[in-house]
């Protein structure tokens, strides 16, 4: 299983990014996936799930980011709008498939004040 994630990098205060990660060797369509985030100093946290009923977004995030998958490519994206200082972590790929769970190697976003 593969979990390539990229997108990060160093944005303004209120600007926007989008974090790509492309999966295989895991049955796409029927996966939860997911973003984490980890803060230096900070446990990771869960961003935002997706499976194919709908997805989940941590409180700190909703309404400034965006889950969405494209089954067909085998992609999911984080649409991240409004960033703000706080969102600086490393941000982490997740997948879930038939009970296992894989991580995607990280990619950094910072977000300048």
């Known amino acids: 299983v593969q979990l390539q994630a990229s997108g990060g990098g160093l944005v303004q205060a209120g600007g926007s990014l989008r974090l790509s990660c492309a999966a295989s060797g895991i049955i796409f369509s029927v996966s939860t996936m997911a973003w984490y985030r980890q803060a230096p100093g900070k446990q990771r946290e869960l961003v935002a799930a997706?499976?194919?009923?709908?997805?989940t977004y941590a409180d700190s995030v909703k309404a400034r980011f965006t889950i969405f998958r494209d089954n067909a490519k085998n992609m999911v994206y984080l649409r991240m709008n409004s960033l703000k200082p706080e969102d600086t972590a490393v941000y982490y790929c997740?997948?879930?498939?038939?009970?296992?769970?894989?991580w995607g190697q990280g990619t950094q976003v910072t977000v300048s004040s």
């Open positions: 997706i499976t194919g009923g709908g997805s």
């Open positions: 997740n997948a879930g498939s038939y009970g296992l769970r894989y």
